[in-house]
């Protein structure tokens, strides 16, 4: 009995975890995965509306990344290259460090239904596809986060040759991602110094009842 009752709580926790990691992998469907750092160096994404393409449809493994960016609603430009398809999060208008709390992606023309899949979870725990309006398919990563400062990889796999995966649509290309701005210090010192009172009254509280 003991036995049987250990097999039904390991399937319970496989059934459970499973769908956090959204929509499963097919064979043959292009795919992006998404994951933490690396130790090379990595190409700064200073704005939250971009485009990364992928010259050979798979990325890094048989062509670089290239980055485009938009800036105040400008069109697109190349400004990087990055070998390994790994990037940094420095977005920070107006000197306001921002940090990306989901991370959608437009691909027009995939050549099949995409699917999303984690490298790891060190930046987010959630992938998810769905559709655009201008006909592309869509891969949105979320629950969590990629902090300011920090980096991060991604990758292409199994799409048409010069894929574009970014902004929507990509001829204004407004945010493709949602960010936050990174709390000032004197907010978390008031943070953390709330929780430090309310437990020491809790404590107090506790002793003068007993």
């Keep these: 009995m003991k036995s049987l009752r250990i097999a039904a709580l390991g399937l319970f926790v496989v059934l459970w975890a499973t769908p956090a990691h959204g929509d499963s992998m097919k064979p043959g469907d292009p795919t992006i995965k998404q994951g933490g750092g690396d130790p090379t160096s990595p190409t700064p994404i200073s704005s939250p509306a ?102 991060f990889n991604l990758q292409f796999i199994g799409f ?21 701005p990174v709390p000032e210090p004197g907010t978390l010192v008031l943070f953390f110094g709330g929780i430090g009172a309310l437990l020491i009254g809790r404590r107090l509280h506790a002793r003068n009842l007993s």
């Design 50 to 151: 971009f485009y990364i393409e992928s010259p050979s449809g798979s990325s890094p493994a048989s062509s670089a990344c290239v980055l485009f960016q938009s800036f105040f609603g400008a069109p697109p430009v190349m400004t990087g290259t990055s070998p390994d398809c790994f990037f940094a999060n420095v977005i920070n208008p107006s000197g306001t460090g921002q940090n990306i709390t989901s991370l959608t992606f437009d691909v027009l023309n995939p050549g099949g239904m995409v699917t999303c899949a984690l490298i790891n979870t060190i930046n987010f725990k959630t992938c998810t596809t769905g559709s655009f309006d201008d006909g592309g398919q869509m891969v949105t990563f979320s629950n969590g986060s990629i902090p300011y400062n920090t980096d």
């Design 160 to 180: 048409p040759a010069n894929t574009d995966a970014g902004c929507s649509p990509i001829s204004t290309c407004p945010p493709n991602t949602t960010t936050s």
